[in-house]
């Protein structure tokens, strides 16, 4: 079964760091490129983050550049979202999904979903 | 790197066609022919509906299709079921390895 657990969400202050992964399974991961997809509290969906199957392209939201790092570990079949001087605005549901295609920018659109680890930031 | 614009909500009666509109600029959805759109029902995680502006994957109903028209994509779902009850999303390709999704259109099925 094609699946995406994402985990290492939580509560964090605003200014603090955390480190999101997303296991994947029943799948070639690194045929496949990925991404990291929030949706805030009773709002749409807002994309974050893309990495090519080899990392060798990379792509974020300008609302996260310069803050958040994304990463993959082919070996370990794993995704992760490094995030750091966290705001307020970055509370959310986190995605990871999986891109239908190895590149970047191609359009096969992502067909692929975790369900999905919750990011607090709060005082 | 602004959202797409999409309507709020749209509504149908069973059996009707209903057409979401997803409209963008000429560096995102008029630039390249890399719309997606996704289904996402309350609690549940987005499914991919359509990609490549108006190709389906697998086992997804051809009730659903896209197509696009300069800065502007639409997703017609006909033949409208209970189920088809949701919340839509599109997406498109912006360069520079980025993606932009719509504001989200909900879907009443009355």
């Known amino acids: 079964e094609v699946q995406l657990v994402e985990s290492g969400g939580g509560l964090v202050q605003p200014g603090r760091s955390l480190r999101l992964s997303c296991a994947a399974s029943?799948?070639?991961?690194?045929?496949?490129?990925m991404h990291w997809v929030r949706q805030a509290p009773g709002k749409g969906l807002e994309w974050v983050s893309g990495i090519s199957w080899n990392s060798g392209s990379i792509g974020y939201a300008d609302s996260v550049k310069g803050r958040f790092t994304i990463s993959r570990d082919n070996a370990k079949n794993s995704l992760y979202l490094q995030m750091n001087s966290l705001r307020a605005e970055d509370t959310a549901l986190y995605y990871c999904?999986?891109?239908?295609?190895?590149?970047?920018?191609?359009?096969?659109?992502?067909?692929?979903w975790g369900q999905g680890t919750t990011v607090t930031v709060s005082s | 790197q602004s959202a797409l614009t999409q309507p709020r909500s749209v509504s149908g009666s069973p059996g009707q066609s209903v057409t979401i509109s997803c409209t963008g600029t000429?560096?995102?959805?008029?630039?390249?022919?890399?719309v997606s759109w996704y289904q996402q029902h309350p609690g549940k995680a987005p499914k991919l509906m359509i990609y490549?502006?108006?190709k389906r994957p697998s086992g997804v109903p051809d009730r659903f299709s896209g197509s696009k028209s300069g800065n502007t994509a639409s997703l017609t779902i006909s033949g409208l079921q209970a189920e088809d009850e949701a919340d839509y999303y599109c997406c498109s390709y912006a360069g520079s390895y980025k993606e932009v999704f719509g504001g989200g259109t909900k879907l009443t099925v009355l």
């Open positions: 029943g799948f070639t991961f690194d045929d496949y490129a």
């Open positions: 490549d502006v108006s």
């Open positions: 000429s560096s995102d959805v008029g630039g390249y022919n890399y």
């Open positions: 999904a999986k891109e239908a295609a190895a590149a970047l920018g191609l359009g096969y659109g992502m067909d692929v």
